[in-house]
């Protein structure tokens, strides 16, 4: 989700064609902006009129009198009215834009690639998705509201100014190109720093989400110095880059006052002058200098908007940078209701890079409808990676993959994936229902749900539950048993009955009597489906039709159990020591 540097334009253009259909609040938005400003102008209009009118000339004083305060109240009706208009349409079009990005991030996240998330850390997507998006809007929106309304009120004021006395309002033009030189040099700097704060905030994000998600082994080995030690370190370095950022972005308005200073020094002098020749009254004089003093406030405003808006760009990097992130492959336009669960690999190879070492060579398996084939081996021979080539969670690097004699990259995406039930070890809940997990993408059909949870021998469980199958099962079933949580996921397969399934070490982190409960589930959920088992508890296994031994991405091995055995190879090797560690046992 790393964007390259120098995106600031494209990135903005970006934000515009988000914007695009909502042109008409934008009118209107400016439009009200308009107003405030133009009613900035006003009040030096009044003091010029008071001054040369109302005081000391008696034919003025009477209509001075009304006017002036009615002409004040009036004027700060419509600025009022102006100025809760344009913050209303800009609240709406910045709302709107928001939810617009966020359903783009959250669709990108669903669609991303395997590969995206063993990339990204979840902290860094939650940052992205739930927090950043939430503040460039609202910094890019201030950003934008100031930089019109300020501008504008810039505008009025330095045209009333120019037509009060254009000799010197030249004197004012004179301090702009300084001020644009030292914020353009100003802004290289803060943007970098912003890029690392950001890296930096990500980082910190991430420490807390480990020590949350693994507060039992900080607990029990002690860790909690370790963690604290790691996030104070981390908290210090974000508040060096902090303290970086305020430096480099608070030299702007010291500098634009020092400035402005100067010009209003020169042009006092020059005013004075002026009157002393009767160029100049004193009504203009004071009009001309409460006009210029309006005009500090909102350039000094427009300085300020620097430092926001290199924050706002980096995050709009972040955003844009997970919106552009490319999406699985579509799959062809093959559909396929119900496969008959025929699965073939033909000369299958796989690695994640070139430079890798191969983690798949040369696989060859065709497993035949309802056929169950084991997938046995020492770790990190290639057995998971095997079975994640089949849903398309990644793709061969050479060779092909075939359902019914079809290659897999033919089918529509989603009806391949519709084929495939999968229960692994590291069971997957969301924090929801009974109900609601067993019959996860699909609607929910009640006679179905407990149909399923019966195979998975889980009805006296839900039965003494409170709520029963509308019990919440908590973040990722953490008030449910290892083997409750394990016999749900069992009953999702059961749900959804599609003709493919997988078993991914589904009993390997279970106790006895747990492992009895879920082999009986599975035993059921296996029947009549085309079945891969990965096992390292090769008991589980040994009534498989057909055991395919991997050994560093090569199928050396394959058989029955007994014919495997009897060959005395790496299986036979394996089934000892599980059977001598069994009997120490």
Same mark, same amino acid.
């Given at each position: ?380 021979? &290639?057995? #998971? !990676? /095997? @079975? ?11 060779? =092909? %993959? $075939?359902?019914? +004699? ?121 029947? &009549?489906? #085309? !079945? /891969? @088992? ?11 039709? =057909? %055991? $395919?031994?991997? +050994? ?34």
């Amino acid at each position: 989700m790393k964007t390259p540097p120098g995106r600031s334009i494209s990135l903005l253009k970006a934000l515009a064609l988000e914007v695009k259909p909502h042109l008409w609040a934008v009118v209107l938005g400016v439009l009200a902006m308009g107003v405030v400003a133009a009613s900035e102008a006003g009040i030096p209009a009044l003091l010029k009129s008071v001054l040369d009118k109302g005081f000391g000339s008696k034919d003025h004083t009477t209509h001075m009198k009304y006017f002036v305060p009615i002409a004040v109240v009036g004027l700060a009706l419509v600025r009022g009215a102006a100025q809760y208009a344009s913050n209303y349409l800009l609240s709406w079009l910045s709302n709107t834009v928001l939810l617009n990005l966020r359903l783009k991030m959250f669709d990108r996240v669903l669609h991303a690639s395997a590969s995206f998330f063993q990339r990204e850390t979840a902290s860094t997507i939650i940052n992205a998705v739930v927090f950043e998006v939430n503040q460039v809007l609202q910094i890019l929106t201030g950003v934008a509201i100031t930089l019109v309304r300020e501008s504008l009120t810039v505008i009025f004021l330095l045209g009333y100014l120019f037509y009060l006395n254009w000799r010197l309002t030249l004197i004012i033009a004179v301090i702009m190109p300084p001020i644009g030189y030292l914020v353009s040099k100003i802004n290289r700097r803060l943007r970098q720093l912003n890029r690392d704060y950001q890296n930096l905030t990500n980082e910190l994000s991430y420490i807390v989400e480990e020590t949350a998600g693994g507060y039992k082994v900080v607990k029990v080995h002690n860790g909690q110095k370790y963690e604290m030690t790691r996030f104070e370190s981390m908290s210090r370095r974000l508040r060096g880059y902090s303290m970086r950022m305020t430096i480099s972005g608070g030299l702007a308005q010291p500098l634009t006052q020092f400035l402005a200073s100067i010009a209003l020094a020169v042009v006092i002098t020059i005013a004075v002058l002026q009157s002393a020749n009767d160029q100049t009254t004193v009504g203009g004089f004071v009009s001309f200098v409460t006009a210029m003093l309006l005009v500090i406030s909102p350039l000094k405003h427009l300085m300020d908007v620097n430092q926001p808006l290199q924050r706002g760009i980096t995050a709009a990097e972040l955003i844009y940078g997970l919106i552009d992130e490319p999406v699985e492959p579509p799959g062809g336009g093959t559909p396929l209701a119900r496969s008959r669960g025929k699965v073939a690999f033909e000369h299958v190879s796989f690695n994640f890079s070139q430079r890798d070492r191969p983690i798949l060579s040369d696989i060859n398996l065709t497993v035949k409808p309802g056929e169950m084939v084991a997938l046995a081996g020492a770790s990190g021979g &290639g057995k #998971t !990676t /095997l @079975v994640n080539l089949l849903p398309r969670f990644f793709d061969p690097t050479g060779g =092909r %993959i $075939l359902i019914d +004699d079809v290659p897999v990259a033919e089918y529509v995406l989603a009806d391949l994936r519709s084929q495939i039930a999968f229960v692994s070890q590291d069971v997957v809940l969301f924090n929801d229902t009974i109900a609601a997990n067993v019959a996860y993408g699909q609607d929910i059909d009640l006679p179905k749900v407990k149909a399923a949870i019966a195979a998975a021998n889980l009805t006296d469980m839900v039965a003494s539950l409170p709520h029963g199958l509308d019990t919440q099962v908590g973040d990722n079933g953490m008030r449910l048993s290892g083997g409750q949580r394990q016999r749900v996921a069992i009953a999702r397969a059961i749900y959804k009955d599609a003709p493919i399934l997988i078993l991914d070490e589904a009993t390997s982190a279970l106790d006895s009597e747990s492992e009895r409960h879920v082999q009986a589930a599975l035993e059921t959920l296996m029947v &009549g489906r #085309t !079945t /891969l @088992v990965i096992a390292h508890r090769l008991s589980t296994i040994e009534r498989a039709d =057909r %055991i $395919l031994v991997l +050994d560093d991405g090569r199928i050396v091995e394959q058989g029955s159990h007994l014919e495997l055995l009897q060959v005395n190879g790496l299986y036979a090797n394996l089934h000892k020591i599980q059977f001598k560690q069994q009997e120490a046992a």
